[in-house]
């Protein structure tokens, strides 16, 4: 079978909104036919990738016993993340990135088979595990590069925050699924079963891939080659950028500081109890929040101040973060609402989280030549996947020496602190309007 032909050109601006909408904008699935398969294949597969996810965190956790181990799974990630996602964009400009998201595709799906295989063999290897994940990191850096710069070249701009936010709801729905699903087949079957469906879903994803038309690079000047120099490219465009650099470090004090997710397998076996079911709901919970941040998410295609809403959600994002923390030291054990209440808090640092990320990912793709998508999408992995992943570690060594409740009520109010001081000193970003956009 043929690929599909190569597009004849960019999209058109395509008409700017007539009404007001309230619920999700789906312009971009109806219209857009490339975008469309490129959706559906990724949400089916985001399910499988958040099963695998959780469940590597609660094989680590059932081997060691320690919120450590856990939180460096993070590290093992973060490694090649840093290390080939800013080299990974820089393959996305040089080359067809319909063809480079294909082959990453395929190395992730080679992959999730190898995790499954270990569990079936039941090596119960830490190390090993470690590994694995590691190399998926690396196969991620490039993969979702390719990915990210593609939808601005299929999409009209006047519906990229529409495509965004159905892109985020997606991942809010997969984090919603797949934690549950990965307490539920963990629960029942053991970890062979939530990996296996991973493998499974994820052929999905390289339906959608294939699907694509063909996106030879576009090259205004520089180097066209993958490497050091052509990385550096993209560094220096990024200097010269500061409200773009301001999506960056908005997102660092979030996931640096105030990701939660590595304290639910401690959670779960202890202070609240329920094992792999709670680890479920604790990450279904702040997906959740994402989800109906998504579904509401039509008014924000009129949002002007785009700065000011990133600034005041990733407030928003640590000071829920750090009620969740204290409910977990305030709240004695045992209590049937102290599960509740945490569940609350942690959809409403969910739906702060999407809506920051539509915002964010809209002024990148607007203020970036298509030339240079690649490279700055890869400074955004490392940022947007390599964040939590430091994250991780800090907040799961932190809980290590002060226990769980009180880590995270320090780092969300760190988170706070340091967002809030980032805007006092960037006060351009805080005012950046989306009518008249000032990268």
């Known amino acids: 079978m043929s690929p599909p032909p190569a597009r004849s050109g960019p999209p058109s601006p395509g008409p700017a909104p007539t ?44 081997l060691t016993s320690s919120t450590f181990a856990v939180g460096l799974v993070g590290i093992f990630a973060l490694v090649p993340l840093v290390g080939l996602g800013l080299y990974g964009g820089s393959l996305v400009d040089a080359h067809d990135r319909r063809r480079v998201a294909l082959f990453a595709s395929v190395g992730l799906w080679v992959l999730s088979i190898a995790i499954a295989a270990q569990a ?10 470690y590994g694995l994940v590691a190399l998926q990191s690396a196969a991620f850096a490039i993969n979702n590069p390719a990915r990210s710069a593609i939808v601005p ?31 539920l087949l963990v629960g029942a079957w ?11 879903t994820f052929v999905a994803a390289l339906a959608g891939v294939y699907g694509l038309p063909a996106m030879p690079p576009e090259v205004l000047g520089g180097s066209q080659r993958p490497g050091l120099r052509s990385v550096l490219e993209g560094i220096r465009f990024l200097g010269t950028r500061p409200n773009i650099r ?11 500081f105030a990701m939660p997710r590595v304290l639910y397998p401690a959670l779960g076996a202890a202070e609240l109890g329920g094992g792999a079911r709670t680890v479920g709901i604790l990450g279904a919970g702040f997906a959740l929040g994402s989800v109906l941040a998504g579904l509401f998410s039509g008014p924000l295609g009129s949002v002007r101040r785009q700065g000011a809403v990133v600034i005041g959600c ?18 004695p054990q045992g209590v ?17 989280d999407a809506v920051s990320s539509i915002f964010r990912g809209t002024i990148l793709q607007v203020a970036t ?14 940022v947007v996947a390599g964040g939590p992943r430091l994250g991780d570690l800090v907040l799961g060594s932190t809980a290590s020496g002060i226990g769980e409740g009180f880590a995270a009520l320090a780092g969300g109010t760190a988170c706070v602190v340091a967002v809030l001081s980032l805007a006092r000193w960037q006060r351009r970003f805080v005012h950046y309007d989306a009518r008249d956009p000032q990268p």
Not at 246 to 256: G, I, K, S
Not at 314 to 331: I, K, M
Request: charged content about 10%; proline content about 4%.
């Open 19 to 62: 009404r007001r909408r309230f619920l999700v904008d789906t312009t971009p699935l109806r219209e857009v036919p490339a975008f469309r398969r490129l959706w559906v294949g990724q949400s089916l597969a985001a399910i499988g990738t958040q099963l695998t996810v959780v469940t590597v965190g609660l094989q680590v956790y059932s």
């Open 314 to 331: 990733v407030a928003v994002y640590g000071v829920s973060v750090a009620a969740f923390g204290a409910v977990l030291v305030l709240v």
């Open 153 to 183: 070249g299929i999409v009209p701009r006047a519906v990229l925050p529409a495509a965004n936010a159905l892109s985020g709801m997606t991942n809010a729905i997969a984090l919603t699924i797949g934690p549950l699903l990965a307490g």
């Open 190 to 200: 053991g970890f062979q079963a939530a990996y296996t469906v991973d493998a499974v």
């Open 246 to 256: 301001m999506t960056f470090l908005a997102d660092l004090c979030a996931m640096v």
């Open 120 to 129: 079936w063999a039941h090596l119960d290897s830490v190390g090993l595990l």
């Open 336 to 352: 049937s609402a102290k599960l509740v209440l945490c569940v609350l808090l942690l959809a409403v640092s969910g739906a702060a």
């Open 369 to 382: 030549p298509d030339a240079l998508r690649g490279r700055l999408q890869g400074v955004f992995i490392v």
